[in-house]
């Protein structure tokens, strides 16, 4: 089973409203993060959040980490046409040494102007 | 030129040709990566290297062969490949193996005949 889902897996809202998207996880974690794909293209690195914070701000981003519960949300508020993307939440297990990056299946998102 | 390059963008292939993909970064990183994302499916990751030496192999077939010549260059040897070996092939580097921030390429589109 992999270690991070992102829910849901498709999103469509209008230019200006809010996405939130989500993501659930199974073992502890060091950090996560979280990244954009535009259609075919490489990925890019929008925020990462350590297992002991709770929230961080980027811009039109918010994104919350709830160790407890094992999730984490990813907010964009007043959404753009430029937002359209795949956004993924990638794990890591530990501190220090090689660590495995684990990656879930994306939330596709769609904003239409 | 700067951030993370990848070269051919597209490829196509018989399944007894020989090809090479190429990925170059240009931020002084000390660790780079190898991904497969195929339709539906979460980013696999393939190989990690850091400082020249792999730290990661994931399981994967020896069809594909890596190759680190030094911390700014990694390659990935093609060699006999099936056409469920289809997909973008993301290159990536990071300041260090420990699961911090990647930097990703724009990736290869292989299509295996």
């Known amino acids: 089973s992999q270690q991070g889902e992102e829910d849901p897996q498709a999103l469509s809202i209008q230019e200006g409203e809010n996405a939130t998207m989500n993501c659930s996880y199974k073992t502890s974690i060091n950090n996560l993060q979280w990244y954009r794909q535009n259609s075919g293209r490489g990925l890019v690195h929008l925020i990462l959040?350590?297992?002991?914070?709770r929230e961080k701000h980027s811009g039109r981003l918010r994104v919350t980490l709830d160790t407890s519960k094992k999730s984490s949300s990813l907010l964009i508020t007043a959404s753009r046409a430029a937002d359209t993307a795949s956004y993924f939440c990638?794990?890591?297990?530990?501190?220090?040494?090689?660590?495995?990056?684990?990656f879930g299946t994306g939330t596709k998102l769609q904003v239409i102007p | 030129e700067t951030g993370v390059t990848q070269t051919p963008r597209h490829l196509v292939m018989g399944m007894t040709n020989k090809k090479s993909l190429k990925c170059e970064q240009h931020?002084?990183?000390?660790?780079m990566y190898w991904y497969k994302q195929s339709a539906k499916k979460p980013l696999e990751l393939m190989f990690v290297y850091s400082l020249e030496e792999r730290v990661e192999n994931n399981s994967v077939p020896s069809r594909f062969s890596p190759e680190c010549p030094n911390s700014s260059h990694l390659f990935l040897h093609l060699h006999t490949l099936q056409p469920e070996d289809s997909a973008l092939y993301l290159c990536?580097?990071?300041?260090?193996?420990?699961?911090?921030?990647?930097?990703f390429g724009p990736g290869t589109r292989l299509t295996v005949l």
């Open positions: 990638a794990t890591v297990p530990y501190s220090g040494g090689y660590q495995k990056v684990t």
């Open positions: 959040i350590r297992s002991n914070e």
């Open positions: 931020l002084g990183h000390n660790a």
């Open positions: 990536a580097s990071s300041q260090d193996p420990e699961g911090n921030e990647q930097f």
